[in-house]
């Protein structure tokens, strides 16, 4: 595609569940990030991969926040047994090897847990 | 640890007002700057980068920043806004040896036309 996908737009679920979001970068970009937009709040960081390997994780918040990257490509982020404090945006980005520094941002992933 | 600060969380401006931001990092050795902008209903999209060389750095749109290393600064500036920059604005900082950008808490920026 043209540019960074993610899906669902919004996901509104029940305290305790598990979600799902998805981000599907930009072709040919080999890094992908994820950062998590809380109201009011920065950026801030969760995870990052280099093809399909993540060298850094440090900003996963909790062991219930996992993610993965298969083929290089998709990277699915998963929340297990979602709390109140989870809502947010969830952002995806890519980037390519020419130019590490540039990242180009999907729409987002609105999360609502209630 | 890293870290950002904008010390502006929102400014309204008029429009042909002159616009500085402001955002200080807190990190010692090496590093790459950049300004992105989030226009309402938009994705986030890079502004301007510093890496290296000229300190003052030109963007899109007419907006440009300056370096000041000793400060640890790297404001964001436009001499005249439209009303078409309402957005919000992040500034940001990568350690040059890393590989994740930390990102301020963004300032929003309204204009009145």
């Known amino acids: 595609g043209a540019g960074v996908s993610q899906s669902p737009s919004n996901k509104v679920t029940e305290k305790g569940k598990d979600v799902e979001l998805r981000c599907d970068p930009i072709?040919?970009?080999?890094?992908l990030y994820w950062y998590r937009q809380s109201l009011g709040q920065g950026l801030e960081f969760l995870i990052y991969?280099?093809?399909?390997?993540?060298?850094?994780k440090s900003g996963l918040p909790s062991d219930r926040f996992s993610a993965e990257r298969t083929g290089g490509s998709v990277s699915t982020l998963t929340i297990q047994r979602t709390q109140q404090e989870d809502s947010a945006v969830y952002l995806c980005?890519?980037?390519?090897?020419?130019?590490?520094?540039?990242?180009?941002f999907g729409p987002g992933t609105r999360l609502t847990v209630l | 640890a890293q870290s950002v600060s904008q010390h502006n969380h929102h400014v309204i401006l008029s429009e042909a007002a002159s616009l500085e931001l402001g955002c200080n990092y807190s990190?010692?050795?090496?590093?790459?700057l950049f300004w992105y902008v989030q226009y309402p209903g938009q994705h986030l999209q890079l502004l301007l980068k510093y890496f290296s060389g000229d300190p003052l750095v030109k963007g899109i749109k007419g907006f440009e920043a300056e370096f000041i290393k000793s400060k640890f600064s790297f404001n964001l500036r436009k001499p005249s806004v439209q009303w078409s920059d309402t957005a919000e604005y992040f500034c940001a900082v990568r350690d040059s040896s890393a590989s994740k950008i930390i990102f301020g808490s963004g300032t929003r920026l309204s204009i009145r036309p």
């Open positions: 072709s040919g970009h080999t890094a």
């Open positions: 980005a890519s980037s390519s090897p020419g130019f590490p520094d540039t990242q180009y």
């Open positions: 990190y010692g050795g090496t590093v790459n």
């Open positions: 991969f280099q093809g399909n390997s993540a060298p850094d």
